[in-house]
């Protein structure tokens, strides 16, 4: 089974309302990593959290980690029809090598 | 000045054939890795290389075999290709140590027929 596991697996919203995504992990982590992926384009790196923090922000963006529910959600303010694009978050697991594992990602439509 | 590059974008083959796909990144990195993404978007490390040394290889058959001659390079062969094999693959880099972002490829869409 997945270590990570989004929720929504889609969502569609009007320009200028929020979106929250949430994601959902299984084994203790180093730490927590969003990445956005534009459709037919590579991923790329949206904000990292660490285990011992519980929140970030990054211009429109606020990612909350609780490890205790171990459970973290991304939060975009004021959006945007460039925001139109699809939401990953990635684990760091502790044990053994460093290594991203990805959950299957939310698909994030903004209509304008 | 492209980060990390992958050639080529597309690749249509017959299946049994073999085919390479080459990943460079100028960011000097000392950590590569492949990914493959699925018809789901569904994400799942291949490889990982630090210092052109193998450090996860995760249940790949060996069919499929990384190259890395050197830190900014990493190149993946596959052998006798399969339908199955048909996905989208990404390099990334990053620096060493567990809190390091990654910095992905534009991407390889592999079609096996």
């Known amino acids: 089974s997945q270590q990570g596991e989004e929720d929504p697996q889609a969502l569609s919203i009007q320009e200028g309302e929020n979106a929250t995504m949430n994601c959902s992990y299984k084994?203790?982590?180093?730490?927590l990593q969003w990445y956005r992926q534009n459709s037919g384009r590579g991923l790329v790196h949206l904000i990292l959290?660490?285990?011992?923090?519980r929140e970030k922000h990054s211009g429109r963006l606020r990612v909350t980690l609780d490890t205790s529910k171990k459970s973290s959600s991304l939060l975009i303010t004021a959006s945007r029809a460039a925001d139109t694009a699809s939401y990953f978050c990635?684990?760091?697991?502790?044990?053994?090598?460093?290594?991203?594992?990805f959950g299957q990602g939310t698909r994030l439509t903004i209509n304008p | 000045d492209t980060a990390v590059s992958q050639t080529p974008k597309y690749l249509v083959t017959q299946m049994g054939n073999d085919k390479s796909i080459k990943c460079e990144q100028n960011?000097?990195?000392?950590?590569m890795y492949w990914y493959k993404q699925d018809s789901k978007k569904f994400l799942k490390i291949m490889f990982s290389?630090?210092?052109?040394?193998?450090?996860i290889n995760e249940t790949v058959p060996n069919r499929f075999s990384p190259k890395s001659p050197d830190k900014a390079h990493l190149n993946l062969h596959i052998n006798s290709l399969e339908l199955g094999d048909s996905a989208v693959y990404f390099c990334?880099?990053?620096?060493?140590?567990?809190?390091?972002?990654?910095?992905f490829g534009p991407g390889t869409r592999l079609t096996v027929t």
């Open positions: 990334a880099s990053s620096q060493s140590g567990r809190a390091a972002e990654q910095y």
């Open positions: 084994t203790s982590i180093n730490n």
């Open positions: 959290i660490r285990s011992n923090e």
């Open positions: 990635a684990t760091d697991i502790i044990q053994g090598a460093q290594k991203l594992v």
């Open positions: 960011l000097g990195h000392d950590t």
């Open positions: 290389y630090n210092n052109k040394e193998l450090i």
